[in-house]
């Protein structure tokens, strides 16, 4: 599949080639779980419970995504840079410590997960009438998490050589094969929500399997050498040389990957603290609700991570080669991408919001409340893109702490805190919860992206 060429084509058309096939990526990765809570909330008879037992498992998968986001996310641009440079050598060893980070990792967490899932969706607000669903849906779910973090970790390493396409078809593969099985496992063989998990993880596999076909074949630039890695691996972690090339690496990924993995573990944070206050404030209801909000700004929000994370290798290489104008360009064109994106989706969702609760459930009690809930949760939706716009900068030039501060600011100082003392101390009850959003995004989004241009643009006119 056709390569971009990073190093002396336009930027707009950098950008859009590599911006275009993540969004398709993007879309039919979000696919895995979104199709699951469509069928699952459809259910007959159990649809509510069910989904909300699904929304109790969010913060755990999370976490999985975050731990792939900071191996992931946190070495593609390293990588970029080093190919920038001319650095292949790195570049290659950048991506093969990662995946020997990813496959240690998801390890850890499947173990972890099996054998504490019931005490921590209890911690997370599971009640009796929806814990049975959450548990039958996480235990299966967990047996797929190396498969998912392999997948979903390595592909920016594929979007970082150049083959945007190829990490979309990465994606599509693991999508439409979810898509084709979840009615069958959910519906025909009557499974429930296991057959929702079912089918995700045999998708996520097959993606993985995939990536890694790629990685290690004749038309990857950068050569991932899986057997030489894992066999590496315990020697490597008990190695006593503090200058040892594969530590260094990792710590490099991992510092670099700090502001995605701060992201989404904010993101998991959030989750718990907005399920367990709005199960005191609302009850079952108030919770299967905001999993439905959280779902649709999962498929709305989509496209701005998209935008993004397609930019983040064009600004990293050029960043690398030095070239400032190369990286103004696509900072802008990256801003103005995000913003008009956002300012139409959340005209949409003041005009059209049945329809995007419609996507999830048909229950007209659950509408009732969700509509108001919706209209509260996107209200600032715009400022969004400035978070995105500002951090995705930071991390794409190696500027970690920048990225790790605005990640805590925005989710830890700003909405855990909101969530917890806008329902009881200011008497708001569970729209307190969905409030504590936009309030964020204005005050979070404005500070990150005013901060990143007073930072990078002075450096990038005096790197000229």
């Known amino acids: 599949m056709k390569q971009v060429d990073f190093k002396n084509g336009k930027i707009f058309n950098n950008v859009m080639q590599s911006v275009l096939p993540m969004l398709v990526a993007q879309v039919l990765s979000l696919l895995y779980s979104i199709v699951d809570r469509i069928y699952i909330g459809r259910i007959p008879g159990e649809g509510t419970s069910a989904l909300g037992g699904i929304g109790l498992c969010f913060p755990i998968i999370i976490m ?5 986001n900071l191996f992931g996310l946190g070495g593609a641009p390293l990588c970029s840079i080093a190919r920038g440079k001319g650095d292949i050598k790195r570049a290659a060893e950048v991506m093969n410590t990662a995946f020997s980070m990813l496959v240690l990792t998801g ?3 499947t173990v972890t997960g099996e054998l504490f899932a019931a005490p921590l969706l209890r911690l997370f607000g599971a009640t009796d009438g929806n814990l049975p669903y ?19 970790g390595l592909n920016p390493y594929i979007n970082a050589q150049g083959f945007a396409s190829t990490g979309m078809f990465t994606v599509v593969i693991g999508a439409v094969t979810n898509i084709l099985l979840d009615p069958l496992f959910i519906f025909t063989f009557g499974m429930g929500v296991r057959g929702a998990a079912l089918a995700t993880i045999l998708s996520q596999f097959l993606s993985a399997a995939f990536v890694l076909r790629f990685l290690t074949g004749e038309k990857a630039e950068l050569r991932l050498t899986p057997v030489k890695n894992l066999r590496a691996l315990p020697s490597e972690l008990v190695g006593k040389n503090p200058d040892d090339k594969f530590r260094s690496i990792a710590l490099d990924i991992a510092g670099l990957g700090s502001s995605a993995f701060v992201m989404q573990f904010t993101n998991s944070l959030v989750s718990i603290v907005c399920n367990s206050t709005l199960s005191k404030y609302g009850g079952e209801v108030m919770v299967s609700v905001y999993t439905i909000i959280n779902s649709v700004r999962q498929v709305l929000e989509t496209p701005v991570i998209a935008i993004g994370e397609g930019t983040s290798p064009v600004i990293s290489y050029n960043y690398g080669a030095r070239r400032p104008g190369h990286v103004r360009k696509a900072m802008l064109l990256m801003s103005c991408l995000g913003i008009g994106y956002t300012l139409i989706v959340w005209l949409l969702i003041e005009r059209f919001p049945g329809f995007f609760i419609s996507m999830f459930s048909t229950d007209a009690a659950l509408m009732k409340d969700a509509i108001p809930a919706l209209h509260l949760y996107f209200f600032a939706f715009v400022f969004q ?5 500002g951090q995705t900068t930071f991390k794409a030039l190696g500027k970690k702490k920048q990225a790790i501060f605005f990640s805590l600011f925005r989710k830890v100082v ?13 008497h708001l009850g569970a729209d307190g919860v969905f409030m504590a959003e936009p309030i964020s995004n204005v005050i979070g989004g404005t500070a990150c992206m005013t901060t990143m241009l007073l930072m990078v643009l002075p450096e990038l006119k005096k790197m000229e």
């Open 134 to 152: 959450a548990l039958d849906y996480l235990h299966i779910y967990l047996l797929g998490t190396i498969c998912t973090m392999l997948a979903t």
């Open 107 to 109: 390890v850890v967490i």
């Open 385 to 389: 893109s400035f978070q995105y716009t």
């Open 414 to 426: 700003m909405v855990v805190p909101l969530t917890l003392l806008l329902p009881g101390v200011f």
């Open 64 to 68: 999985v995504t975050a731990f792939t």
